[in-house]
């Protein structure tokens, strides 16, 4: 063994325990029944889409077995997260605008880390960042079919995004700390990929039910082989 | 005249663009999507939200030049100095109305849009009321009331009772203005009761179940205590004030003759409000309807004219009223007792 395989072989050992790194997947479901969806009816043409058309809020979507649709799963703190920083990807996501709705209506991104902004309707559309608090609010037009934009949020924090042009189109983007972070899918699934083994505070938050407060926390432990969790979110009727 | 029925107008079109939630449908200020504001293309502005925000601010323009025609022709009328002192007023008021409502765009960023906004709303229920008042005192009715020999000598307290009970009218508005520019639709859900009792719940979980519970189509931010607790006032204030006016009503009809102008103002007035309680309820029951809570506000809107003009019609017709007689001299209180 030469003199620098060692040295590799050494640096290896001391970062081990970092390098291990499994899924942190599970469920969000809903206890409880939600109030139906609001829809909005739309003419055949309106929005580019040539059929009639209705659409639907998204506050409670509820897929298979209660699971809820659109909650952020995001890594408070913990070992592989306190103390660290991220630096942005990048690769940029996209919120598009189509058909008067925006797509998809959850997402995140690390803060930092650019996303882009699609008209893909031949209306115009204002693009309105609402809600945010430690960022510098965003609004701009988008007139043009095919148009694109990019936007980046450099601290952490839930945004709105809203169309004042047609007031039913809506989004929420996370913006987060560190990169472990998922949405969940149809069925209320998220896998938040690569997280070093350890001891992680773990939030869930769902942007209808827990608005300004934090949402739900919990101690997960993360081992080599990842974790499994689930969450429950209650409807509380009033 | 015009300039009052064309304010009325844009106050409409202004309570559509809160009530629809469209105010930031054209992002930018004073040019809009970067046009100059009055070249901006017919299919840019012909759709949702920007029709309504773009339409408020050619009608501000517009309401601008005649107000600025106003101003300028009182000034150059042979017409008392209070009057050109009016018109100078309103002049500056709507130039002030126009860059409190720029600030409300430009602003929004940086989270000062519902200020703003609101501060937009008071000054637009000041100007509209500010021009009826000049557009009364240009009258010849007006010239006629000022005859010493015309003066009626009446119970003269509604000097005192009707701008206090406009004052208090304004107070409603801006709370009023306070709730609509929240954005978060409506606080209460239910009238007469409030979350089916006399005073709701207002601890953070009930707020939360609340807020939970509000699924529409419309983005409204969430609610908090504190806006459950402001439309709370506004009812109360409601039937604070449809009282007062009643009794304001009552006065004025037992102090004056059937179809003297107080008497007619006054019962605008008490129809005015009884119509604006009944508006209140029916943006409840139809779940905050555009057009019926922008009917809301402009009977606000009327009910505070209304009031600003019955108050200048009571100063201009009634007595000052006089304080009792301080017995001055021995022979004062000699001639007293005898």
Known sequence: ?238 | MATAVSTLFLVCIGGMVTSKGVGMSVPDWPNSYGYNMFLLPWDKWSQGGVFWEHSHRLKGAFVGLLTMGLAISLWFSRVPDVLRKLGLVAFFGVVLQGILGGFRVVFDKHGWGAEFGVIHAAVAQLFFSLVCVIALMTTRRWQLWGDAGSRPSKDSSLRRWAPVLTIVIFMQLIIGASMRHQHAGLAIPDFPLAYGNIWPDTSSAAVAGYNQARVSMISYNDITAGQIILQMVHRLMAYTIAALVTVCWWRTRKTHASGSPLRRFANTWLALILVQVTLGAVTIWTKKAADVATAHMAVGALSLMTGALFSVAAFRLLPVPQSPRIPSSSADVAARTA
């Not at chain 1, 809903?30 to 209705?54: H, I, R, W």
């Not at chain 1, 047609?166 to 209320?188: C, K």
């Open chain 1, 1 to 238: 063994m030469n003199k620098s395989s060692t040295v590799l072989s050494l640096a290896l050992i001391a970062a081990a325990p970092s390098l291990i790194a499994a899924d942190l997947t599970g469920k969000v479901t809903l206890k409880g029944t939600p109030p139906a969806a609001a829809q909005q009816p739309m003419k055949e043409n309106m929005c580019g889409n040539p059929e009639a058309y209705v659409i639907k809020s998204r506050q409670f979507v509820v897929g298979k077995d209660s699971g809820l649709a659109g909650v952020f799963v995001y890594l408070k703190s913990g070992t592989g997260v306190d103390g660290k920083k991220f630096a942005p990807p990048a690769e940029k996501p996209l919120l598009d605008q189509i058909h008067c709705e925006y797509q998809p209506y959850t997402f995140g991104v690390l803060a930092g880390q650019g996303f882009t902004v699609k008209n893909s309707d031949p209306v115009l559309h204002n693009v309105n960042s609402t809600r945010a608090k430690k960022n510098t609010g965003k609004n701009f037009g988008m007139p043009t079919k095919g148009q694109m934009n990019d936007l980046m949020f450099p601290n952490p924090e839930f945004i709105q995004f809203r169309c004042d042009v047609h007031p039913w189109m809506l989004a929420w983007v996370g913006v987060f700390e560190n990169s472990f972070f998922a949405t969940t899918d149809a069925d209320g699934n998220f896998s938040v990929k690569n997280v070093p083994a350890g001891k992680y505070q773990v939030v869930v938050y769902h942007p209808k039910t827990h608005g300004v407060n934090e949402g739900i926390v919990k101690e997960v432990t993360v081992g080599d082989a990842g974790a499994k969790e689930s969450f429950e979110i209650e409807y509380k009727a009033p």
